[in-house]
Every structure is written in C-alpha cells, then in structure tokens.
Nanobody, 120 residues
Framework: QVQVVESGGGLVQAGGSLRLSCAAS????????MGWYRRAPGKQRELVAQ???????NYADSSKGRFTISRDNAKNTVYLQMNSLAPEDTAVYYC??????????????WGQGTQVTVSS
C-alpha cells in the first residue's frame, strides 16, 4: 500500500502565495509521476500540474506563469508553489502519484486533499 499525504493549504488573500507539499510513502518500487489536481465547488476535478520521473512538466493553462511544480526524488515529495493567487483558484487540491509497487505492478494513488481558499 502507498500513502499520499498533502499539506500546506489554507486561506490567503488574492495576490498572495501558498506552497503545497505532498509526500508519498509505503510500498514504492519506483515513482513514475507526481502531480496536483483540484476540484472547485460545482466543477469537475482538473489537472493543475504534473511532473514525471524524467523531470518533464505539464501545466494547465490556468497554472502557467503563476504556479511552479517541483520534486524531491530522494524524499518522494512533490511541491506546488502557487503565486498570484486569485479567488478562482479556490478549490480542494489533491496530490496524485503514479507508482510502481513492484517490477510489474503499478497503480495511481490519491491524497485526501487540502483546501485552498483565496479571498478577494
């Protein structure tokens, strides 16, 4: 089993910054990719940013220029630095980890989510 734990959410004023962290632990053979998704009230869950084991990064258009994803491979941890936050960034942010638990077995694991609220 793999555990995924997020931290760093909270309440911030528009224009402010927050840094989210996500640590994966447990039966990990190799991590393929780690990323962040979010679900705003009344909306579907959407990709925010993702980083793979080779360092390749994919950002949602709404994240480009404001958010930065990074990864510490030694700690199995991914970070999301969010700057210039706006009220429309208010959502529950979920960490997503695509991991091999053995040479052949792989699966996707999700964290419990962390609330980000941006006030105007």
């Amino acid at each position: 089993q793999v555990q995924v734990v997020e931290s760093g959410g909270g309440l911030v004023q528009a224009g402010g910054s927050l840094r989210l962290s996500c640590a994966a632990s447990g039966n990990i053979f190799r991590i393929i990719a780690m990323g962040w998704y979010r679900r705003a009230p009344g909306k579907q869950r959407e990709l925010v940013a993702q980083i793979n084991s080779g360092g390749g990064i994919n950002y949602a258009d709404s994240s480009k220029g404001r958010f930065t994803i990074s990864r510490d491979n030694a700690k199995n941890t991914v970070y999301l630095q969010m700057n210039s936050l706006a009220p429309e960034d208010t959502a529950v942010y979920y960490c997503n980890v695509y991991v091999y638990t053995s040479v052949t077995a792989h699966d996707v694991y999700w964290g419990q989510g962390t609330q980000v609220t941006v006030s105007s």
